[in-house]
């Protein structure tokens, strides 16, 4: 029986071996050396992309879920925990793999979004000089949400741009004082919450202390989850809700 | 893994706390006993309806209320086996001379013991005569009596209820002081903003406390119910706030005021210190001064630290909950900041409360926490010697913030189901779950010392 076994698969037969005879010994062949006890089930892989659709530039939010699995990556992307999700801006249309390896084997997911051009005559954001924009106007079209991923206080790659475009706006009008407030998604405990909106509202003021932004301008509050933005149970929500938010501070 | 921490097998822990608890196992029962103060068995105990004494017309609905509060009372203590009124003895024997104890002790009603007594409202004043007998020793059966006067109010009547109740427990739960009479300090959104509101133990008698407008949480009450902290956010952001009980009106406390969110303050055992997180030196951290604010200093040194809870056994420790290695984990350290020891070894852990004997903390815990992750948010036990711990509640909505009733046999804890929360209560082996609240939403209960 254990021969016949042999003969379909190399895979299949260790397999037989092992639970036949308690796995007692490891099996000496070659490259299958390092292949851990087979009893385990394979792994799943779930991965989703939100929208599937989007203008170049635009946030796409891609949640994943495994189970068995002891590595998980993301072709392009990199090793990641066993679920999670991670906010992406593709450039270009792009398929997404996801490959989650375990004791079992290797199961994998994956999840398309289609990149639309940005409009040639994009428009530039007018950063109101010479406008009759109100000052309120001006400090909202150029001090814009920073965005943080899950349970993190990390200010992202793709908040540099923001940044950069706040800290120009207050080099230039270098009267104005701004509030920084650090808001949570619904998830997780309102008392932690907060500290971690004192986090992310501390990340993104020394980020723009950094930038050149003097401190003295400067003040952080948390608003944890008592002040949400969106207030729907789904990661769109959430990610809209996981941000630091500014207010000219008078 | 290397951290030996385990869920409690029940055997074990059945095995433990009975021995602390001094009760010889008559048979094996199928429940657990976390708080220490909850013995294996229980005394099957009768409360007859008291006897309504005078003309006065108000008197029935006193009576109404008193027994049934009396009732309640009883049963919500977690150590009798309460008779139900349809087996108890018809009739209301307002005296000793009245009470037929033969009939409460014969089947089906098999009292141990009985409550009765009369109540009496005379020239606006309500006044109970109480005794608990015992059933089964009819030749020296009395075990308790008392007499309660206060101003005749349907208010009162639950209040003297509640005191008659605390004298029974006291007298028969082997000398721990029933809560009865406690308080639970909560925050409430109804009016529009987060206040803070009080109420009795058993859901009656809410009031709102703050009327500040803006978003108060997190509210402790001190050891000898004087003045209650909190923290309320302001034009100048998150301050810990003190509202006096006495005076009815917030009185300074300048050392919660200073700049970065200051949280979830949380007094010693003894009264004379405040732990909080403060986020004045950038990052929020945990803190410590003493009651009127002098002799500040910070203890922890890393960042998103909150939710302290002095041991109020010995004061000289603080659990709290720290995200320093990424997800919240329930942390222990001297008062002093040294010591530390990690109590969580994953998920996301939050909320400590410190059981009144030192011995457990109770705690909010996801254990699979992460996004899309099954696994609930659930209030768990942890019994500090042994690094153990039991889960108290199950599939039941988002559970937060446990507080132990002083006693140790009660906890109280916020349950948010479909993102509808209230308050709800339960004994401290996670059976008899009940909901307090039911007017708009609730949260972050405390319940007082006393």
């Not at chain 2, 030749?139 to 007499?147: A, H, I, Y």
């Not at chain 2, 003297?160 to 739960?173: K, N, Q, T, V």
């Not at chain 2, 050392?255 to 986020?279: E, M, R, V």
């Amino acid at each position: 029986m254990n021969v016949n076994r042999r003969l379909i698969t190399a895979l299949i037969a260790i397999t037989a071996v092992a639970s036949i005879t308690g796995c007692g010994k490891k099996v000496k062949s070659g490259p299958l050396d390092t292949a851990p006890a087979i009893t385990a089930p394979a792994p799943t892989a779930e991965l989703t992309a939100t929208p599937t659709a989007v203008t170049a530039g635009d946030q796409v939010v891609l949640s994943w879920r495994t189970t068995n699995a002891n590595s998980v990556t993301i072709d392009g992307i990199g090793d990641l925990p066993s679920s999670g999700v991670k906010t992406v801006t593709p450039a270009v249309s792009t398929s997404y793999h996801l490959t989650a390896r375990g004791d079992g084997g290797t199961g994998e997911a994956t999840a398309r979004v289609t990149v639309t051009a940005a409009p040639a005559a994009v428009a530039v954001v007018n950063d109101g000089a010479g406008s009759n924009m109100t000052a309120e106007e001006q400090f909202k079209a150029n001090v814009q949400d920073i965005f943080f991923d899950y349970d993190s206080y990390d200010v992202r790659s793709d908040a540099q741009g923001a940044l950069s475009k706040a800290a120009a706006y207050l080099a230039t009008n270098n009267t104005v004082k701004v509030l920084i407030g650090g808001y949570c998604d619904e998830r997780g405990s309102n008392e932690y919450n907060l500290t971690l909106g004192q986090s992310r509202a501390n990340s993104v003021k020394q980020a723009l202390i950094k930038a050149g932004v003097a401190e003295s301008r400067l003040r952080v509050v948390s608003y944890g989850k008592e002040k949400p933005f969106c207030t729907e149970s789904t990661e769109e929500c959430w990610q809209q809700n996981r941000r630091a938010g500014f207010s000219i501070d008078r | 893994m290397t951290r030996s921490l385990h869920s409690l097998p029940r055997r074990t822990l059945i095995a433990l706390l009975l021995s602390a608890a001094l009760a010889p196992m008559a048979h094996a029962q199928d429940w657990i006993k976390t708080g220490s103060n909850l013995s294996n068995q229980r005394i099957r105990l009768g409360a007859a309806e008291f006897r309504p004494l005078g003309q006065d017309p108000a008197l029935q609905g006193f009576k109404l209320t008193f027994d049934a509060t009396l009732f309640n009372d009883l049963t919500n203590a977690g150590i009798f086996d309460m008779i139900s009124r349809s087996l108890s003895p018809s009739g209301t024997p307002g005296s000793p001379q009245e009470i037929n104890l033969g009939q409460w002790a014969a089947e089906p009603a098999n009292a141990s013991m009985v409550a009765f007594g009369s109540l009496a409202a005379v020239s606006g004043k309500l006044t109970i005569a109480g005794w608990v007998y015992d059933a089964k020793n009819p030749g020296s059966p009395q075990v308790l009596g008392k007499q309660y006067s206060d101003n005749a109010t349907d208010d009162n009547a639950r209040q003297l209820a509640h005191r008659f109740a605390d004298d029974i427990i006291a007298r028969l739960g082997g000398g721990i002081n029933g809560i009865a009479e406690t308080k639970i300090y909560f925050v409430s959104s109804r009016t529009g903003t987060k206040e803070i509101w009080a109420m009795d133990y058993d859901g009656q008698n809410e009031h709102q406390v703050t009327k500040l407008g803006s978003v108060s949480l997190s509210p402790r009450i001190s050891p000898d119910n004087s003045r209650l902290a909190f923290s309320s956010i302001g034009r100048d952001g998150w301050a810990i706030r003190m509202y006096s009980l006495d005076l009815n009106r917030l009185v300074a406390f300048p050392a919660g005021i200073a700049g970065g969110a200051n949280l979830s303050p949380a007094w010693s055992g003894d009264g004379t210190k405040l732990a909080f997180s403060s986020a004045r030196s950038g990052e929020s951290e945990i803190w410590v001064c003493d009651a009127n604010g002098g002799n500040l200093r910070k203890l922890t040194a890393f960042r998103n630290n909150s939710s302290p809870t002095w041991n109020p056994r010995t004061n000289n420790q603080i659990a709290w909950v720290s995200g320093r290695t990424g997800e919240p984990q329930i942390y222990i350290m001297d008062s002093d900041g040294g010591g530390i020891q990690r109590m969580t070894d994953g998920g996301y852990a939050v909320s400590p409360s410190w059981s009144p004997n030192g011995q457990f903390l109770a705690f909010s815990w996801n254990r699979k926490y992460g996004p899309g992750a099954p696994g609930g948010q659930d209030i768990y036990v942890f019994e500090i010697a042994s690094m153990k711990w039991l889960q108290l509640t199950h599939d039941s909505g988002s559970n937060d913030f446990p507080s132990w009733s002083p006693d140790g046999r009660h906890l109280v804890f916020e349950r948010s189901i479909g993102g509808h929360s209230e308050i709800w209560t339960m004994l401290a082996d996670g059976t008899e779950q009940h909901q307090l609240t039911h007017n708009g939403r609730n949260f972050m209960p405390n319940w007082s010392w006393k």
